[in-house]
């Protein structure tokens, strides 16, 4: 069975109430494609009114980051039962930007996969090398103990999504060459299968890192990429359209 694609648009902190409800109302107006789904992720205070833009359309809404407790004395955390009331479906972990900036360790993303499942959220999991440990030539290794390390329990297979986003690509117009994007979904599967075994081959692993409407016909024609998470230009409804096109 073919695995389905998805294009995932992360706003990362970025837009205000008027400019999100203008690119949601954007995006939702895009002709919707069959076997590719279409999920946009604004900031947490801007859910209910892209939540609200979307309605109807076959778009998809997701958040940024989840707690991995449902509900307790955790300042400033959203818990993903919250975003499920929201009207969530997806919410990203472990994107670098929480790795790095709020020291998530594959140990806490993993525990965050589980409390997105257990609220009925799709997880998308991101994994990703940095320039120095690519350069070491250690990105294989790295993203395949990210992943190992990032996916715990009785996860579920069947609803969860993994990103491989390289962090020195990230917003830096920089992409890794095909070859080598191929070679980590190569590895990322084998990750999966070992994990999961045969259910392993269903889970969408997206390409994520520069993806725009440029180059990303080339991207998706990658052996192994399901889809994309885009960043920058899923702040752009041309360009984001532009890539659902390509998927
Ligand atoms: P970018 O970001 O598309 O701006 O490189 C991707 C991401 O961080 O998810």
Same mark, same amino acid.
């Given at each position: 069975m073919a695995r389905s694609r998805l294009i995932a648009g992360n706003w990362k902190m970025n837009g205000s109430r008027e400019s999100a409800r203008a690119l949601a109302t954007a995006i939702a107006g895009v002709p919707a494609r069959s076997g590719v789904m279409v999920v946009v992720c604004p900031p947490f205070a801007l859910l209910d009114v892209v939540a609200a833009a979307l309605r109807g359309s076959a778009v998809a809404l997701g958040a940024q980051d989840c707690h991995t407790?449902?509900?307790?004395?955790?300042?400033?955390d959203v818990a993903a039962p919250l975003l499920a009331e929201c009207g969530c479906g997806y919410v990203i972990v472990g994107h670098s930007e929480r790795r790095q900036y709020?020291?998530?360790?594959d140990a806490a993303v993993a525990a965050k996969a589980l409390a997105a499942q257990a609220a009925g959220l799709i997880p998308i999991l991101c994994v990703g090398e940095t320039l120095a440990e690519r350069d070491a030539g250690r990105a294989e290794t790295v993203v395949a103990a990210q992943i190992a390390g990032s996916l !715990?329990? #009785?996860? /579920?297979p069947a609803r969860l999504v993994l990103a491989y986003e390289p962090v020195w690509a990230i917003g830096t117009g920089r992409v890794p060459a095909p070859a080598d994007i191929a070679a980590i979904h190569q590895t990322a599967r084998h990750s999966l299968t070992t994990r999961? !075994?045969? #259910?392993? /081959?269903d889970v969408p692993v997206l390409y994520g890192g520069s993806v725009k409407g440029g180059n990303a016909a080339e991207l998706l024609a990658i052996?192994?990429?399901?889809g994309a998470l885009v960043?920058?230009?899923?702040?752009?409804a041309g360009e984001f359209a532009a890539i659902i096109a390509a998927a």
């Open positions: 407790a449902a509900q307790g004395a955790f300042t400033g709020h020291g998530e360790t !715990a329990g #009785a996860l /579920d999961f !075994a045969a #259910a392993g /081959d052996a192994g990429v399901d960043g920058g230009a899923a702040l752009d």
